[in-house]
């Protein structure tokens, strides 16, 4: 994809002149006036590189502005605080929970806080989320693309020239849904964080912690890997007091029998009962003269299934 285009809307925009614009992105002038220019002598894929990170972190910035209000569980703050002692340990970790819990909005909660430190010693946040088709080479691809560095190659090659990149910095890697990624994917990570001097972590649900410890894998396929975890946390999940107080301060003071009725629909998960507190004040609204507990049956539909 050719970014002279968005690039001079960009710069457009903001009234923003090449100069700055170089400054923006690291990159010397001349370099980005040739690439805009379409002038020989211009390294069109190193400058793309670059512009492709910048882009990806202003998308994800103005994503991160429209979440929710941070809610500081436990979990939350537990998540904060290890991603901060992985960072400032240089260590490899393994956090692991139920799914709803909040693991990814802590995530984004601390990249965003990162991001609007005033600090030249904060850390490069590179976050990648895992799916089940994501392959070593993708992967690969993802975290380079972040650090501005060309990533068409084979997944050895990309790796190699992570690696000589991240030296060159401070960086910290963010695996979510880190239960998705395969053998070849982790041996990978295990190798960027050996010769990368920078914290990784694994994010993910308790399959997680199982690829690990329960025995279904050939014995010491990830024995390596995981002789290198310092950090190795079992996320709690919403406790009930939370979840009281998240009730509370969204719906005010109801009546327990209705306070009950919420926590028997959303158990631990804080995913879940912010979708049905949302569904059950949009309800509400729709049907004010209906009592409340009326209501949860019908917001609760819209969850997959009960907690039992």
């Given at each position: 994809m050719d970014l002279r285009p968005q690039t001079r809307g960009y710069m457009k925009d903001r009234h923003l002149t090449r100069q700055q614009m170089a400054e923006?992105?690291?990159?010397?002038?001349?370099?980005?006036?040739?690439?805009?220019?379409n002038l020989p002598g211009c390294s069109k894929e190193s400058v793309?590189?670059?512009?492709?990170?910048?882009?990806?972190?202003?998308?994800?910035?103005?994503?991160?502005?429209?979440?929710?209000e941070f809610i500081p569980t436990l979990t939350a703050n537990l998540i904060l605080e290890k991603l901060a002692e992985a960072d400032e340990r240089q260590a490899l970790a393994l956090l692991y929970g139920p799914p709803g819990v909040g693991k990814t909005f802590a995530i984004e909660e601390f990249v965003d806080r990162v991001e609007k430190q005033n600090n030249p010693e904060k850390p490069e946040v590179l976050l990648v989320t895992a799916h089940s088709a994501l392959t070593p080479k993708s992967l690969m691809a993802a975290l380079c693309l972040q650090v501005g560095i060309p990533h068409q190659a084979t997944a050895s090659t990309l790796a190699e020239s992570l690696v000589r990149k991240l030296q060159t910095g401070h960086y910290l890697i963010i695996v979510d849904e880190a239960n998705h990624l395969n053998i070849e994917a982790m041996e990978l990570l295990r190798y960027v964080y050996d010769l990368g001097r920078l914290g990784v972590v694994l994010v993910g649900t308790l399959r997680l912690y199982e690829i690990f410890t329960d025995g279904s894998r050939p014995a010491g396929e990830l024995e390596q890997l995981w002789s290198r975890v310092?950090?190795?946390?079992?996320?709690?999940?919403?406790?009930?007091?939370?979840?009281?107080?998240?009730?509370q301060k969204t719906l005010g003071r109801i009546p327990e029998i209705t306070t009950k009725q919420i926590l028997r629909q959303t158990g631990n998960s804080i995913?879940?009962?912010?979708?049905?507190?949302e569904h059950l004040a949009e309800l509400k609204e729709l049907n004010g003269d209906r009592d409340l507990a009326d209501l949860i049956p019908v917001a609760g539909e819209s969850l997959l299934a009960p907690v039992r």
């Open positions: 923006l992105i690291d990159v010397r002038c001349h370099s980005l006036a040739k690439y805009l220019d793309e590189a670059v512009l492709r990170a910048y882009f990806l972190k202003l998308e994800r910035v103005e994503a991160r502005a429209k979440r929710p310092g950090i190795c946390e079992l996320l709690p999940g919403l406790t009930e007091y939370e979840a009281r107080q998240v009730i995913r879940r009962l912010a979708r049905l507190l």
